[in-house]
């Protein structure tokens, strides 16, 4: 099945720092999506993309679809410690299968103050 | 609801028994998913609902799982005769129709001793 390559899988960095991260995958996306996911909740969205070579902001939040429409990139600038959790990349397909979205492994953020 | 709400928040159970898990979706959306998180992985598909039509079973991981919504509104996962490995955060999300992002709930932490 569709599989999709996060990282990385964790950072450690300090508050005011930017932060990047990424997902590539070996099959096409035509939608591509970031969550975060607080300790004990479940994810919720950041940031959709719909269109290949999209770049998109929500705040302090970037997020571009790749050319290729096989990968998509998160950058966070000037971290605050309530940036720390755990950040999901998800593609969402075509065809028969375009109502389910593949995961990454997430990218797990400590921000120390 | 306002939100996608499932129950129990946590549940631990001994191997062998048969656990059911709720989810409650957001009033009006008609899809609603289960996917499966296990410690340090991403977000595993599991089963799909839309409106009246027959379910996507594809990501159920063995036929010990099973799931049903009723009236097109609660939706019930079964796991019987659970097993160690079946220990994870069972997350249900729900969407109105065709639109892009679910709406996570926060889960049910399953623990099997």
């Known amino acids: 099945g569709q599989q999709l390559n996060q990282s990385p899988q964790s950072m450690f960095i300090q508050e005011g720092e930017d932060v990047s991260m990424n997902c590539t995958s070996s099959s096409i996306f035509n939608t591509w999506l970031w969550y975060k996911q607080d300790p004990g909740e479940g994810p919720v969205l950041l940031i959709a993309l719909y269109k290949a070579g999209e770049l998109t902001s929500n705040g302090r939040l970037t997020a571009q679809f790749g050319i290729t429409r096989k990968d998509s990139f998160l950058n966070i600038s000037a971290s605050i410690p309530s940036d720390v959790g755990i950040y999901f990349c998800?593609?969402?397909?075509?065809?028969?299968?375009?109502?389910?979205?593949?995961f990454g492994k997430g990218t797990l953020l400590t921000v120390n103050p | 609801g306002a939100g996608v709400s499932q129950s129990p928040s946590n549940k631990v159970t001994e191997k062998g028994k048969d656990v059911e898990l709720r989810c409650d979706p957001i009033s009006g959306h008609t899809a609603l998913y289960w996917y499966r998180q296990s410690l340090g992985q991403g977000l595993e598909f599991l089963i799909y609902?839309?409106?009246?039509?027959?379910?996507?079973k594809s990501g159920l991981p063995s036929d010990r799982f099973s799931a049903e919504r009723t009236g097109g509104s609660v939706s019930t996962l079964t796991i019987q005769r659970t097993q160690q490995e079946d220990s994870a955060v069972y997350l249900c999300?729900?969407?109105?129709?065709?639109?892009?992002?679910?709406?996570f709930g926060s889960g049910t932490r399953l623990t099997v001793v």
């Open positions: 609902f839309q409106g009246n039509s027959a379910p996507d």
């Open positions: 998800a593609g969402q397909g075509s065809g028969g299968s375009n109502y389910k979205l593949t």
């Open positions: 999300a729900s969407r109105p129709g065709q639109a892009y992002g679910y709406t």
